[in-house]
């Protein structure tokens, strides 16, 4: 069962495969003969699944409709492979780009569990007072569902059916890749899945089909990533590229419905009275790392205390808990238990297909979300949830709109989905259900394609919190520097992989070392001309990191803003990637070196 879209698909699918040859041709690549919707493993009869479910969260598995647009792991591609899973250094999901923005801080550490265990205490950011606004890009008042869908926290955990498909001994630096670079195509690693814990900020209920769980406090969830595909991405299973392990965090402990991608129901994605709310500007601390499981053995398990008000939730990644790895030769699943891939964060130690090179992080997603005015285009179906009552639409129209490239000129076709402020949903978790009304006319880029690809909603333009007060903009995150055992990490730097979603970042040349790449910017080539940036709060003894507009002052550093990303090391990598130099974890900024790795 594949997608019901009336509107713009089959544009979609074409201008975007025109999109990947034309990357490909820049760099020299053979493109003839290449059919993204069919080529690569298919899946076998043995299983059948589901008509909905997440055993490909970005939606275009074309044996499964999904049951939520989940932001999913960021995949990286590799240079001079021209197949139908990825050209010059993108990642394709049956023929379709799939990646997003994702603006990173990565700590680094070889303390003995350092990979496996981590606290951090997190102050949650406000919203200002005053209605968001849609009139004056750049100076509009801001809500943090414009800004993110989900700030998360990253850790990588054993999977041996993903990506590279290999075995993987927990807690252990033996699985890291030891092949890096352009010319590199065999991980030699262990097989990796991508752990989120993942923060929802309230304003745009509900979750199901949108981001937030109510419009008052925020929620959480751990989620888990896999990539069913061989080294090199030489061949993926296309019914069940990325599957998903989706879990709220709850009082109790207990998902709110299946949590494996091949057993989800909407029951799954839609919070209960156990999950955990939080409310803007409390404080949590919460610590990731493997417990003690359901049955003997161990899981990995997030526990969420906040410190503000007294409440507390946790989620495991256990077999008992219905959490699953997935086959990756006919996408069928077997009860499983999630645990740490790496004993230390070294800086090799990282997710080999993710296009961020990370273990330990946080990091805001970003580049989802446009005001509007009015919207067109409605769709003849909820692509999510068809029970939703709530008229959804695919065209933005207002200021933001008209002040970036018109739509058919880029990747971008369509800003799906798309509500009017004051939406309730009717009937979106069965008869008789609804949610508060959405706070604001706007579109989320989720359907279509996974982001903003002409940079022009809310989160490229200067409307992000500057300081930890709200005023026009949200009082940002407060974000004590992470422990491992009581321990700081000892270095930390920052990456992006906007490049990968700016369709002016061509590769140009190839060669015995890689390539080079020219159209690669931070902040990217929107009318806006702004990118949000890390800075350091350091006052006392204290150090903390915001994430946002934060200029440096007396007790700010703000590693030179935009330029804190480094060069395009796409070169090295094989693929467009912006990387800083690493930092020493103190309480100023410090002077930086490049991250290499051997």
């Not at 004056?136 to 990588?156: C, I, R, Y």
């Not at 978790?429 to 809310?458: I, R, Y």
């Not at 007790?555 to 990637?577: A, H, I, K, R």
Request: hydrophobic share 30%; charged share 15%; glycine share 12%.
């Amino acid at each position: 069962m594949s997608r019901k879209w009336h509107v713009r698909d089959l544009r979609l699918r074409s201008i975007l495969a025109a999109f990947s040859l034309v990357i490909a041709g820049s760099l020299g690549l053979a493109v003839t003969g290449v059919t993204p919707a069919t080529a690569g493993v298919q899946g076998s009869s043995s299983y059948t699944p589901a008509p909905r479910g997440e055993l490909d969260c970005n939606g275009f598995s074309p044996v499964q409709s999904p049951i939520r647009g989940n932001l999913c792991a960021d995949i990286r591609g590799f240079l001079g492979i021209s197949n139908s899973n990825t050209w010059g250094g993108r990642f394709y999901d049956n023929g379709h780009y799939i990646g997003h923005d994702e603006p990173d801080a990565t700590f680094l550490s070889s303390h003995p569990g350092s990979g496996n265990d981590v606290t951090w205490t997190v102050t949650l950011g406000r919203d200002p007072k005053a209605a968001p606004g849609d009139a004056v890009p750049g100076k509009d008042v801001s809500h943090w569902f414009e800004l993110t869908p989900a700030p998360w926290f990253s850790m990588a955990l054993c999977d041996p059916n993903s990506y590279p498909e290999t075995p993987c001994t927990p807690e252990s630096d033996s699985n890291a890749p030891t092949c890096f670079g352009p010319n590199c195509t065999v991980a030699n690693g262990g097989g990796s899945a991508f752990m989120e814990f993942q923060l929802y900020p309230p304003g745009n209920p509900p979750f199901a089909d949108s981001e937030s769980c109510n419009d008052k406090q925020w929620c959480a969830a751990l989620t888990i990533d896999s990539a069913e595909c061989t080294e090199g991405f030489a061949q993926c299973n296309p019914d069940c590229e990325e599957p998903l392990n989706f879990g709220f965090i709850q009082k109790n402990g207990v998902p709110t419905g299946p949590p494996s991608p091949q057993e989800q129901t909407l029951a799954s994605e839609v919070p209960n009275r156990q999950t955990l709310l939080m409310n803007p500007g409390d404080t949590i601390r919460f610590r990731m790392f493997d417990a003690p499981a359901p049955g003997g053995g161990r899981a990995f398990e997030v526990l969420v205390r906040d410190l503000s008000t007294g409440q507390s939730g946790y989620m495991q990644a256990s077999a008992a808990n219905g959490f699953q790895t997935t086959s990756a030769a006919d996408c069928s699943g077997t009860p499983f238990n999630f645990q740490p891939e790496y004993n230390t964060a070294g800086v090799n130690n990282v997710i080999p297909w993710g296009a961020i090179q990370t273990d330990i992080s946080t990091e805001f997603e970003t580049g989802h979300w446009e005001p509007c005015t009015s919207l067109s285009e409605e769709l003849t179906s909820n692509p999510f949830d068809p029970a939703d009552g709530s008229a959804d639409y695919n065209e933005c129209n207002g200021p933001y709109e008209n002040a970036g490239p018109p739509d058919g000129t880029t990747p971008e076709l369509g800003e799906a989905e798309c509500y009017y402020a004051g939406s309730t949903h009717p009937g979106y978790d069965g008869p008789g259900t609804s949610t508060q009304p959405d706070l604001m006319t706007g579109c989320q880029d989720d359907v279509f394609q996974n982001g903003d690809l002409d940079f022009d909603g809310t989160p490229y333009w200067t409307e992000w919190p500057t300081g930890n007060v709200p005023g026009r903009y949200p009082s940002t995150f407060v974000e004590a520097m992470p422990t491992t055992h009581g321990r700081s990490y000892s270095k930390f730097f920052f990456q992006t992989d906007i490049a990968l979603s700016e369709y002016t970042c061509l590769g140009n040349t190839l060669g015995g070392g890689g390539g080079t790449s020219t159209g690669c910017t931070v902040p990217p080539q929107g009318p806006g001309n702004f990118y949000p940036y890390w800075s350091e709060l350091h006052a006392g003894g204290f150090c903390a990191l915001e994430f946002g507009n934060v200029r440096s002052n007396p007790v700010v550093t703000d590693f030179g803003q935009d330029s804190e990303y480094g060069q395009n090391l796409f070169g090295t990598l094989g693929y467009p990637e912006f990387e800083g130099p690493t930092y020493n974890a103190r309480c100023h900024g410090g002077s930086g070196h490049h991250v290499s790795r051997t």
